[in-house]
């Protein structure tokens, strides 16, 4: 039977293992396949795994995930030869649903970054054109689902790093609801932000995947008991109430081709039967990337304290142990880390705590309750993703200002702790257009639902045109 | 926001961060450019508003005081730079203190 891995969606995967239409080999030989062919021109992976005692169907994972045995960078040269001794709580659940592991993927380094071109091991490239960044930090994952290298993936999202590379990708992307899916054994960036989550081809790929890895962990004292994940199938929309926060969808820098695409997604919701309505963020919007900007390099400063070049990682020797630990951070960071540890340790320093990070954290109140209140008048907001679709490799790296801007759509949502879906709503100039769908915290089943019809609804073509 | 040279060294050794001086020059215009962007935050009188430290409303998490099996030491030291016996073994802690002082 000929495997097409570029349309195979998990779930037809999983029902061809159980129908023993295929073997598990047969599977992991056809993605290997794909990965023999495109992965060097793509650079998803960091690390392959040749063999698996499992034999479900094929995953990739993010290389911050901890996998017992199978080397873990997190895209750091600090971290490059690091195996680590004992499994992530979700890698233990892929491989305790028989999921069979290919291989590591790239990432900005410590998945900071909206691009991954910050790994270590050089950018990941968009499959729809590989002159252009998959977005970021999980671009490995992203174009690996997209280009066929895997079933499905694993991402981490911390300010937009799952939703944002599966808009550029054209996958559907899962940043789930903080504290439903065990951050035990993932390679810690921004601890209240942190969320590990699907990257699929479809919302009920999505759904599964995410039914497998969450759900209260012992190792996680910040999981709690999740509701039961529900597959979606319903065609529409009847009984949802739709809201279109003004700010997140006029805010300045979105493209005019990702305005309209998502304009006639949310057009649909309408034909669908939902009823659409107007609400406001006044403040989330505007001010949310300064607050996640002050939050996240200051919990990655305290993070990141870790890589001292004693107990594992890179070491660069030195006389005295201080010589020591300031060497083997300079020589083993990449700009991008060293750029957020500077810029938190200063924001939680004598004198500049209250200011900065004190008043980041009553702007994230501030944030919270705005949501909250849209949530009482509706089931569902709905957004761009990104205000652009993917840009070229190199356009903003020497700007991270402008790399951070990337993320201003995303990050609202996630300072509150809520859940977003992406999925793929249209092209823009031969580009995917990511909408993303946020709901109250806990509401994965709801965005699932809404995330399927419209899925049915729009027809997105996820193979990029040029592998067609 | 004015960032000099003196605040760029004085983070990066709370940050025990050894830069070149390139990564120092570049430093200096970037903190600047990005502490005020992200100063925003001030605009806002909050004074009323409590912070939030964690997206739940969880608190005290509590499992029972039990002893488990902990990773075995061969394990504990499988990435280590150098090991001496059951320690991690480091160059002397007071030389740099000394001499920056």
């Given at each position: ?28 030989a056809a ?25 479900g169907?094929?995953?990739?994972l ?16 600090i ?17 305790a ?14 998945a ?62 899962l ?30 790929d ?6 497998i ?143 900065y ?13 705005e ?27 020497g ?35 990511g909408l ?33 | ?7 760029v060294l ?20 970037q ?18 508003v ?42 002397p ?9």
């Open positions: 039977m000929t495997l097409d891995t570029l349309r195979l969606t998990a779930e037809e995967a999983k029902g061809l293992l159980e129908r023993r239409e295929v073997s598990g080999a047969e599977l992991r993605y290997r396949e794909a990965i023999d062919t495109r992965n060097e021109e793509l650079n998803c992976f960091l690390t392959l795994v040749d063999a698996d005692e499992n034999d169907v094929p995953i990739a993010k290389d911050v995930i901890s996998t017992k045995g199978v080397r873990t960078t997190a895209g750091s040269k971290l490059d030869e690091y195996v680590p001794v004992f499994d992530s709580t979700v890698a233990d659940r892929c491989k649903a028989g999921l069979q592991l290919l291989g590591k993927t790239n990432t900005d380094e410590f900071m970054g909206s691009s991954t071109e910050n790994s270590a091991y050089g950018p990941t490239r968009n499959p729809w054109d590989p002159e252009r960044v998959p977005g970021g930090s999980g671009g490995g994952s992203a174009a690996a689902v997209s280009a066929g290298l895997a079933a499905w993936a694993l991402g981490s999202d911390t300010g937009g790093s799952i939703k944002q590379p599966s808009a550029l990708c054209g996958n559907v992307g940043r789930p609801t903080y504290g439903t899916v065990s951050r035990y054994g993932i390679v810690a960036f921004a601890s209240s932000l942190d969320q590990v989550g699907p990257v699929t081809k479809t919302v009920r999505n759904a599964l995947l995410y039914g890895i969450s759900g209260r962990d012992d190792r996680d004292s910040t999981t709690v008991e999740v509701p039961a994940v529900e597959l979606p199938e319903a065609e529409d929309l009847k009984g949802l109430r739709v809201g279109v926060p003004r700010e997140l969808n006029q805010a300045e820098g979105i493209e005019p081709g990702v305005a309209e695409s998502v304009r006639r997604a949310i057009d649909l919701c309408a034909e669908l039967g939902a009823q659409v309505g107007e609400c406001e963020l006044p403040r989330s919007v505007e001010y949310g990337l300064a607050c996640y900007y002050l939050i996240a390099p200051a919990e990655a400063s305290s993070n990141l304290a870790r890589y001292d070049g004693v107990r594992y990682g890179l070491r660069v020797p030195a006389d005295s142990y201080h010589e020591l630990v300031a060497r083997t951070r300079d020589a083993g960071f990449g700009d991008e880390p060293k750029r957020r540890i500077m810029l938190g340790t200063y924001a939680l320093s004598a004198g500049y705590y209250e200011a990070y004190g008043q980041a954290q009553k702007v994230r109140t501030v944030i919270a309750r949501f909250e209140s849209a949530f009482e008048s509706f089931d569902v907001l709905m957004s761009p993703t990104s205000p652009t679709v993917a840009f070229k490799i190199g356009e903003k790296s700007n991270p200002l402008a790399m951070y801007l990337t993320d201003v759509l995303t990050i609202p949502p996630n300072m509150a702790g809520l859940p977003g879906l992406s999925i793929p709503c249209g092209l823009s100039e031969g580009l995917p257009v993303q769908l946020i709901g109250p915290q806990f509401s994965e089943n709801t965005l699932f639902r809404a995330g399927h019809a419209l899925e049915r609804a729009i027809g997105f073509d996820t193979v990029p045109e040029r592998l067609r | 926001m004015a960032i000099t040279r003196e605040d004085h983070v990066a050794a709370l940050a025990q961060l050894e830069l070149s001086e390139q990564e120092i020059a570049r430093l200096t215009e903190l600047g450019d990005i502490l005020e962007a992200v100063g925003k935050v001030s605009e806002l009188d909050l004074s009323d409590p912070p939030t430290s964690h997206p739940l409303s969880v608190v005290n998490v509590f499992r029972p005081d039990e002893p488990r099996p902990c990773l075995p030491l061969e394990d504990v030291f499988a990435n280590a730079p150098e090991r001496d016996g059951d320690h991690f073994r480091v160059p802690t007071g030389v740099a203190e000394e001499s920056s002082a």
